[in-house]
């Protein structure tokens, strides 16, 4: 708790300050979106912002991403670290990406500005985008080959973007110089500025109305509750130590070797301690996690067990504490690469929510397919221009008590969208032959899992660079209480001549003109006894081509 007096605060001016604050935020968001030039981030949203307080805590957060939410509590103190309050001025913006200095991924940039009420530093607002090219090995930045944070690239620290308003240009030309399609870049880059100067201006409204010292203090006021809600709903779940284990398929470098996540989760009164003793040492190829995502999977982890209703700022992080073993999958030691970590996030976010699932049998439900598959082509149109696109691909949910898992939905941490073809098709010559449910992907139970995706590309020119990082090739979502596990992905390239090439799980290849991906998602783990599913339910099924 804070040192901050809240006698007196009116309960409803708090209430309606915490929805004006999480409305700037939205506001912000819809800037992003609107302002992107890419379509990772107009059409898969992939993009998010937030409001902080001047010491660096979450104030308020848009609906969007969870990783990106969570991952910018340390881009905002590394900014605050490397450039003192003192030292700032109105219209100030920052930059970072480094997930060694406060970055999570080089595609990630996190943008930054302070807000200002009469001279002094109330809050800051932030926003985080996916960048659809960063340099590196391969067109997209997602080099699933990558041995090392160089290969990856672009990596910018801590840097002052805008001073007082005026950009710098020897950084911005450093950044065009060194990504295959700047224009898109800056152009997300500076609808970032103007979402984090749409929040400055709101919240100085905001202070204008109520005053600054009062509003500060109410700041502070709803991080203190969120806190208190928070370890009375932690309070509630049976105190003891709870385990789990589960596997990513590999590392993108050493095929066959699958990748142990381990988790200790302790409940002690109201507060949570989790432990990743016995997780993997950090691999050679870029799954490894830095720890701002596995912090970001303890955040969402405890939100998705906690009460849905309390507001969500960073007075529901402080009864959270991590043991992350150097030298790890979960924190490893600089130069390794890390671009697939969300891959690993959101298979930490479903292994701590699986060591409760004995506990709590009633709120959680069966592991999701977990994987979110990331595809980036990247080439030259027919009249000579680059582009670059990626491509976001869900799986299913699990089965719930009560419920059947949903169809085709992002889960554990993410919450992006696929490209809809006529915009895959618009900024690529790339074709979307096909679009469907996978059938009988969803693991059977007294609830069924949900259902992957089929998605079938067509490269329509010849050198076309093409990543593919996926998950549940080689481990299904598993059931729970007797449910059967889910369907495993799988993803061919069919190439023009016939042969067929079976994807490991992730590759990095070149595409030639009439080559053809196809991509199979898995299925959500199923839940209580098959024998117990009603044959309404199985006649529904059939007559919906889902089984």
Known sequence: MNGFSTAGLDPITVEVTRHRLEGIANEMQSTLLRSSF?????????????????????????CSIPIHLATLIPAVARILQQFPPATMQPDDSYVLNDPYCGGTHLPDIAVIQPIFVQGRIIAFAAAMTHHQDMGGLSAGSVPTNATEIFQEGLRIPPLKFRDRGVVNATLEAM?????????????DL????????????????????????????????????????????????????YRHVDWLDNDGVELKKPIRIEVAVTIAGDAVHIDF??????????????????LAAACFAVRALT???????GGCFRPITLHLPEGTLVNPREPAPVNARTSTIKRITGTIIGALAQVLPDRIPAPSAGQMVIVAFGGRKPDGTPFVTGDLIAGGSGAARGSDGVD?????????????????????????????????????????????????????VDDVSFTHRSERHFSAAPGLFGGAEGARAVSVIHRADGQQEVIPSKIVT??????????????????????????????????????
């Open 510 to 547: 070149r595409l030639n003109k009439g080559d053809r991906v196809v991509i199979e998602t898995a299925g959500g783990g199923g839940y209580g006894d098959p024998g117990l599913r009603g044959p309404g339910a199985r006649e529904a099924d059939a007559a919906d081509g889902k089984v």
């Open 38 to 62: 890419s379509p990772i981030v107009k059409e898969g949203l992939d993009a998010s912002a937030g409001l902080f307080t001047a010491d660096g805590q979450t104030l308020a957060q848009s």
């Open 307 to 313: 009460d849905p209703k309390i507001p969500t700022n």
């Open 190 to 241: 500076h609808a970032q500025v103007s979402a984090c100067a749409v929040g400055a201006r709101r919240v100085a409204e905001l202070a204008e109305k109520q005053g600054g010292n009062a509003l500060t203090t109410i700041f502070h006021e709803l991080l203190d509750r969120s806190e208190r809600m928070t370890r009375l709903a932690l309070a509630a779940i049976p105190d003891g130590t």
């Open 175 to 187: 950044i065009r110089q060194n990504v295959r399609i700047p224009d898109t870049v800056m152009g």
């Open 277 to 294: 003793a016995g997780t993997s040492a950090q691999v050679r190829g870029p799954l490894n996690c830095v720890p701002s995502g596995s």
């Open 408 to 460: 085709v939905i992002e889960t554990d941490a993410t919450n992006c969208m696929n490209l809809p073809a006529e915009a895959a098709e618009l900024e690529t010559p790339i074709r979307l032959n096909r679009v469907a449910l996978r059938p009988g992907s969803g693991g059977d139970g007294t609830w069924r899992g949900g259902l992957g995706t089929i998605r079938e590309y067509e490269a329509l």
